[in-house]
């Protein structure tokens, strides 16, 4: 059985102007995780994270594997989302991630993540790690941080990467709220397959940037690696989940990290 792992970390958005500060040590801390429980890691970080290194890199992991291989990829940055063009989308929207180069035009989107987890072997296992906003915009927080220099959601709104001849023609809504980019991962995944995201669906969810303890991180990375430290050898993806949710929502990121895959899935042992 192969172990192999993609760490992705993106604090630089050029042409943006809403760089993060936590996605480069998040990738860095799923990296010595995932070597630690013998997986062979490699990653993507701020400038190196372009669309086409990161659809190279995910493709070659996918095409490599066979059955009883596990794959893990880990992506922390901006979420956001396009005007859905094949009409596959009720909310007539396209989630996607944030490469480095998002403001050239270059969104992941969901359509080419599934595209590229459809053509797996039968029987390779997958664990998706999404810390990134899943749904909302940065103007309409209800609970924001007290210090906004403490923690800043990972969502991308459209107008801030998009040039503005390609906007739609109705404009930016800001209000808009897409269903959360569980989309983008559960519409690939198998039997055998799980996601642990960083916020749930619905107006207004977001993963945070944060600084805990002097130093930058995902909220939702940082208490999963903290959560996983703290259970016992054997333990489930299921009993993970329940001790993350003993952190998360906190009074400072209200944030409620999910776990989607079959029952099945849940109940295997972490990273097994």
Known sequence: MTKKALCIGINDYPGTKMDLRGCVNDARDWSDTLTARGFEVSMLLDAEATKQAIVEAITALVAEAGEDDSIVITFSGHGTYVPDESGDEVDDLDEALCPYDIAQGKPLLD????????????????LLISDSCHSGTVTRDDSPPRDP?????????????????????????????????????TSSLGDDDLLLSGCEEGRERFSYDARIDGRH??????????ALQ???????????????RRYLPSGSHNQKPQIFGSEAAR??????
Request: hydrophobic letters at 40%; zero cysteines; aromatic letters at 16%.
């Open 111 to 126: 359509d080419e993540i599934h595209a590229i987890f459809a053509g797996r072997r039968a029987g390779t296992r997958l």
């Open 149 to 185: 220099e403490e923690s800043w959601p990972r969502f991308l709104p459209l107008d801030a990467w998009m040039k503005r001849g390609a906007l739609p023609s109705g404009g930016v809504d800001r209000g808009i709220f897409f269903d959360e980019m569980s989309n983008v991962w």
């Open 217 to 226: 991180n995902g909220a939702f990375t940082y208490y999963a690696r903290k």
């Open 230 to 244: 703290e259970l016992p050898e054997g333990a489930t993806y299921q009993d993970w989940h329940t001790a993350i």
């Open 267 to 272: 109940k295997s042992t972490i990273f097994g």
